[in-house]
C-alpha cells in the first residue's frame, strides 16, 4: 500500500470515527488495543492488519473496501452477508433432499418464476 492509500485509509477511518462520536480512546478500547494504534492509522503511519481492518469496519458500519480505498461506495454490507448465509444454509437443506423432492422443488420455482413474469408482464 503506498503513502496515499495509507492517508487515504487513515482519512477515512478519522471521518467514520468522528460521525459516530468517538475518540480515539473510545474507538480504541471497544477494538481492545491502545490510543497509540488508532492514531498511528488515521495519520496513515501504519496499516491495520486484515482482522482489524474488518473489526473496523464491521464497527463503523461501512465495508473493508471502503476503508481500503478500493472503493467510495461506504455501505455496510452486512446485510448481503446474512442474505449469502441464507442461501448458503437452504442450499445445504437442499442438498439432504432426495431426488423426487429435489425435482418438486425446481417445478416450484419454475412455476413461481413464471407467475412472477406474467404479473410484471402485466
Known sequence: MDEAQ??????????LRERQGLSQDELASTLGMNRTNVSNYES???????????DLADFLKTNADYLLGRTDDSSHTRKNEEFDEEVRSLARDIQSFD????????DLIKTMRERGKEARDK
Request: glycine share 14%; charged share 30%; net charge positive.
Open 6 to 15: 495509507k492517508k487515504l485509509m487513515g482519512q477515512r477511518i478519522k471521518s
Open 99 to 106: 431426488p423426487g423432492n429435489r425435482d418438486l422443488l425446481k
Open 44 to 54: 496513515g503511519r501504519t496499516v491495520p492488519p486484515g482482522n482489524i481492518i474488518r
